[in-house]
């Protein structure tokens, strides 16, 4: 895997493949912190390659995500896919039923700072996301 599109848009580590259960497509995580003092939020470095991207899946308290490389989406379920990129910061509320993950055509990183649990759902249909860059 070649990762010097990702030098200039990223300061944490690339990571470990993240779990395919959850994921469609090469994405990589490094964890960044999971001391429960003084947040109690794991905060999470995640490394979309082009194409990739979660699963549908909701958070029970809800989650923030601090772009940091690339271009990406973001989408809830029942509103339209969000282009997102460098610097954008996303509110995600609890419960809310969402994806994010890279473009078909640019690497997309992220760091997710997310208190409690997550609940994943089903891939994101392929038809559905290969429309998004057309
Ligand atoms: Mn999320």
């Keep these: 895997m070649k990762n010097e599109h ?3 848009s990223t300061i944490f580590p690339l990571g ?11 994405a990589y995580l490094q964890m960044v912190s999971t001391d429960p ?7 999470g470095n995640v490394t979309f390659a082009p194409g990739a991207r979660n699963n549908w899946h909701s958070h029970n308290v809800g ?15 029942g509103k339209a896919a969000r282009l ?15 994806w994010h993950g890279a473009t078909n055509d640019s690497w997309f990183v992220h760091l997710a700072i997310t208190p ?5 759902l089903e891939p994101v249909d ?3 996301y290969n429309q998004l860059s057309m």
């Design 126 to 128: 392929n038809e559905w």
């Design 16 to 26: 470990q493949k993240a779990n395919a259960a959850y994921f469609v497509g090469d």
């Design 6 to 8: 990702l030098n200039n």
């Design 37 to 43: 003092a003084p947040l109690n939020a794991v905060i």
């Design 116 to 120: 409690g649990e997550t609940q994943w």
């Design 84 to 98: 997102i990129t460098t610097g954008d910061v996303i509110n995600i509320p609890p419960n809310v039923k969402h």
């Design 63 to 77: 989650q923030v995500l601090l772009v940091t490389g690339g271009e990406g989406w973001y989408q809830e379920e």
